[in-house]
């Protein structure tokens, strides 16, 4: 009991036995890095916008125009979904590989960076030739032999939680990237499934205890997607806010230029307006708590 991390189920031997690399050394051990140009620490707030799926060359150029000039800093975009359910439409059978062209092209015309997921080891070295992070899926958290088979690219690597996934096991599944030699990691916290979520409020419930939680313990930067964890617009917002207030240093957001019709997930996306609008008071709060937006 006295070995117990308070408040968590961490136990402080946990730092030195199952997670050193992702163990902070002492209390203000932050890590900072660069990928892309920009910078990710305790003094930044990083942007990830863009549509769930990478629909079409169109929509992918004009998401990367609009997100960039608003403000983001990398662009968001699935072309190998992990999607609950098989039976989809053509356009998402046809969006893969050829997915990660238009993103290229996207990244290459309007020059921003760009994050994506890969679902299986087959596609790491295709991915990878686009990508600048290789975002890993809920689903894949505790897929441990892909994590090294990512890890071993040395590519910036952002682990999304997975959705029943306690604080120990998600920085379990992150030491398993660091043991490879990769340092450029990120924790994702997406929404977890509670006895409530799906009477209460909505599919998942966003755990923004875990932002504190995590920084007591890693040092590795804490992402936070309020889209995929509130699964409904109006939420989006203020949800954004607050993982800004809880500490998160980047925030992942569902952007479309039109919502309602997005391929996948159309309760969640926001339109170009919301996000500029949502942009400039995320800008005023990441100030008042001495953070940076660039
Ligand atoms: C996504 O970001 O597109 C996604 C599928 O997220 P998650 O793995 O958190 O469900
Ligand atoms: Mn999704």
């Known amino acids: 009991m006295d070995n117990k991390f308070p408040g968590k189920d961490v136990t402080l031997s946990d730092l030195k036995e199952k997670f050193p690399l992702v163990a902070k050394k002492n209390k203000n051990h932050f890590s900072s890095f660069r990928i892309a140009g920009v910078d990710f620490g305790p003094k930044n707030l990083v942007t990830f916008a863009g549509p769930n799926m990478v629909e079409s060359e169109k929509l992918i150029m004009d998401v990367a125009k609009n997100v960039k000039k608003i403000g983001a800093n990398f662009l968001r975009g699935g072309a190998f979904k992990p999607l609950t359910f098989p039976y989809r439409s053509k356009k998402y059978y ?41 975002q ?10 892909f994590l090294t088979a990512c890890a071993k690219t040395n590519k910036p690597i952002m682990l999304k939680r997975h959705y029943g996934a306690s604080l120990r096991d998600w920085l379990g ?9 990769n340092k450029k990691v990120i924790l994702c916290e997406r929404g977890v499934s509670t006895p ?25 930067p804490i992402a936070v997607d309020p889209s995929h964890a509130t699964f409904w ?18 925030i992942m957001l569902e952007v479309h230029p ?3 019709n997005s391929a996948v997930d159309p309760l969640q996306p926001i339109d170009f307006n919301s996000f500029k609008n ?13 953070r940076k937006i660039k």
């Open 94 to 134: 046809e969006t893969r590989e050829r997915g990660i062209e238009w993103l290229a092209k996207a990244k290459e015309k309007y020059n921003i960076p760009i994050i994506t997921e890969i679902m299986e080891e087959k596609y790491i070295e295709l991915v990878c030739e686009v990508t600048d992070i290789i």
């Open 196 to 220: 409530h979520t799906h009477r209460n409020t909505s599919r998942f419930l966003l755990d923004l205890q875990v932002v504190p939680a995590a920084k007591e313990i890693t040092h590795l």
């Open 136 to 145: 890993i899926g809920s689903r894949n958290m505790q897929n441990y032999p």
């Open 258 to 260: 039109d919502p309602e």
């Open 278 to 290: 949502l942009v400039k008071k995320m800008d005023k709060l990441a100030k008042s708590i001495g």
């Open 233 to 250: 617009r109006p939420w989006v917002e203020p949800m954004t806010l607050a993982s800004i207030a809880s500490g998160a240093d980047a």
């Open 173 to 181: 599944a992150a030491e398993y990237i660091l043991c490879e030699g």
